[in-house]
């Protein structure tokens, strides 16, 4: 999973993601990442309109956003 979003990063990519809170529940993210970190990652996050940390190990699925995606949004 660090790799996915080490790659993503580098290409400065837009990407979807399933990621599971502290206190369990599941939640989809639409992300532009800034910084990682060993066991973190800062991303801007669509969802919540600010920048925000996540915990790698959180993460349950994560994918690019394709250029037509983003057209659409």
């Known amino acids: 999973?660090?790799?996915?979003?080490?790659k993503s990063m580098q290409f400065n990519q837009i990407t979807e993601m399933i990621y599971m809170k502290e206190?369990?529940?599941i939640s989809k993210r639409r992300v532009k990442l800034i910084s990682?970190?060993?066991?973190?990652?800062?991303a801007y996050c669509f969802l919540r309109k600010t920048t925000r940390t996540f915990k790698i190990e959180s993460v349950l699925a994560f994918v690019p956003v394709s250029d037509r995606e983003r057209v659409v949004v």
């Open 36 to 42: 990682a970190r060993e066991n973190t990652f800062r």
């Open 23 to 25: 206190n369990g529940e």
């Open 1 to 6: 999973m660090r790799a996915n979003i080490l």
